[in-house]
């Protein structure tokens, strides 16, 4: 059974650089029918979608972001990560990886999110 | 980039049919039949419902339903049920990254 896990800091200073790693277990990064990416959801608010990336490092990104925010992948330790330069108060959010299939285009497996607060 | 626009609540009795609307613009769900919509519990992570418009992933009752008219998508949920009380999100394709609708409270009444 697939298994995303996030690890992440939980407080960040302001300016800092945010970085969340999500583990997989019981699937494969290298699986080509599989795009990997991150979703934050801001207390009491909606999700947004942060970005993602393919087996072989293609990334896409939320224009808004596009300039703070770098997602990388290892498939040799099945594991991706999100970097998030320059943070504020407005990044505080619980960031979840998750798993978007390429035929069908949905959201199929989500991790358990993890908190990160930005704060002095 | 803004999200697509949902109502910020809907409301309905049990066994009543809802409709939650989606609108975004010709540029993601007037272009694209990439539409998804997925259930958040409180608590909980979020559900897929439906993927590509109108199709059910296997396990999904087939109370839930999709469908999609220029540029506004729509969920229809029938039979409604205490159970169905949740948050309730739009995903949609814009060329090269995906938005999601700013998201809808369901209380069955």
């Known amino acids: 059974q697939l298994q995303l896990q996030e690890s992440g800091p939980g407080l960040v200073k302001p300016s800092e650089t945010l970085s969340v790693t999500c583990n997989v277990s019981?699937?494969?990064?290298?699986?080509?029918?599989?795009?990997w990416g991150w979703i934050r959801q801001s207390p009491g608010k909606g999700l947004e979608w942060i970005g993602s990336?393919?087996?072989?490092?293609?990334?896409t990104y939320r224009p808004s972001l596009r300039s703070r925010v770098t997602i990388s992948i290892d498939t040799s330790n099945n594991q991706f990560s999100l970097r998030l330069k320059s943070v504020t108060s407005a990044d505080t959010a619980v960031y979840f990886c998750?798993?978007?299939?390429?035929?069908?285009?949905?959201?199929?497996?989500w991790g358990q999110g993890t908190m990160v607060t930005v704060s002095a | 980039q803004s999200a697509l626009t949902q109502p910020a609540s809907v409301s309905g009795s049990p066994g009543q049919s809802i409709t939650i609307s989606c609108t975004g613009s010709?540029?993601?769900?007037?272009?694209?039949?990439?539409v998804s919509w997925y259930q958040q519990s409180p608590g909980k992570v979020p559900k897929v419902l439906i993927h590509?418009?109108?199709q059910r992933p296997s396990g999904v009752s087939d109370r839930f339903s999709g469908s999609k008219s220029d540029n506004s998508a729509s969920l229809t949920i029938s039979g409604l049920q205490a159970e169905d009380e949740a948050d309730y999100y739009c995903l949609a394709y814009a060329g090269s990254y995906w938005v999601f609708g700013g998201g809808t409270k369901l209380t069955v009444l």
């Open positions: 590509d418009v109108n």
């Open positions: 990336v393919y087996y072989n490092g293609k990334t």
């Open positions: 998750a798993r978007r299939t390429v035929v069908g285009a949905r959201i199929d497996f």
């Open positions: 019981g699937g494969s990064l290298r699986d080509t029918n599989y795009y």
């Open positions: 010709s540029s993601d769900v007037g272009t694209f039949n990439l």
